[in-house]
């Protein structure tokens, strides 16, 4: 298939690209900075708002466009105006946050909830208008429903990916590394409430190929949730890097998540924590895109040999124990999961 990227070069959308190359697909990736050497892939040098160049990759006949780029409903509107009646399919990555921005749903969560009224209440929500979770869930919400209006009409056949966190070696984000680096440091870890809150993430390699799915798949259309198949905890998570780099489990002390915020801590020092668990149901992908997640420990593992070498943990988080153990009156600070 002739295939344009909306977007190349960053983590998810690299992986897609090996893999679709490695599939016998010819791309054309729309791109900043076009690498010197194209690696048999057709480049288009530019951004995504810049007049008029949807339209010139349209010209180009894709048969299908996969859209890493699409934050809101305005750009969804792009897209039509662009490749409607043009193409065949349209895979649009989006996001679990479509349900976590609504502070409405159910673990696990299944397609099926995206459209329940109960969901629908924004912004009746814990969270806050104008948060990054929230503006980013309910931008992804628009463009997803502008999206699904084109499938109804006939103008391409519309796939929504919803990814949790992907996580893999070469993560940009640092997340996972940090983690890493701590334990490795064998210092205390800071993780709010314990740290006990369920969520389920994803390999970036499983990522790709979903999308190489959701673009082949004859009848593959609508959302779909697409993740690793366990439900895993902070606690769980720094349990597995301590095993995967033989070193003893570290101390975890736990202060309340609003003390946390009273001091201006947040979750700097405990990526993936939340108020509540934010678990996806992947039965449909399963189904319908021959979906099989790479287990958690299999993946995580790669991860963690990438880190290893590396250990550090920041100085505001010694600072922030120390803080707490003396205004909690030196009490014990952490909970064993079976104290729960």
Known sequence: MNITL????????????????????????????????????????GERHDPGILAALAAGRPDAVVDFLCYEGGHARELLEAFAGR???LVMISTGSVYWCTGAWQNPVGENQYDREDTLRIPATPLTPGSIEYDY?????????????????????????????????????????GYVQRVAAGGPLLLPDGGFNSFCHLYVEDAAAAVAAAVTTPGACGGYNVASSEMIS????????AGCLGRPEPEVVSPPRAWLLER????LFAPFSATRDQVLAIGRARRELA????????????????????SSQPREELEAVALFRR???GALAYLDAEEV
């Open 291 to 310: 979906f099989q997640p790479t287990p958690y420990a299999q993946w995580l593992a790669h991860v963690v040999a990438a880190g290893q070498g590396h």
């Open 234 to 241: 902070v606690r769980d998570l720094v349990h597995q890097v």
């Open 6 to 45: 909306l977007g190349g070069g960053g983590f998810i959308s690299s992986a897609v690209q090996r893999r679709l190359l490695a599939d016998g697909h010819r791309l054309t990736i729309l791109k900043r900075h076009p690498p010197a050497s194209s690696q048999g892939v057709r480049y288009v040098a």
């Open 327 to 329: 205004t909690s009156g």
């Open 264 to 267: 201006g801590y947040g979750d």
């Open 137 to 177: 869930g309910t931008g992804k919400r628009a463009a997803e429903d502008v999206l699904a209006r084109a499938h109804a009409r006939g103008d391409f056949t519309a796939v929504r990916l919803r990814f949790p966190v992907v996580g893999g070696p070469g993560d940009p984000t640092g997340r996972y590394a």
């Open 87 to 89: 193409i065949q399919r």
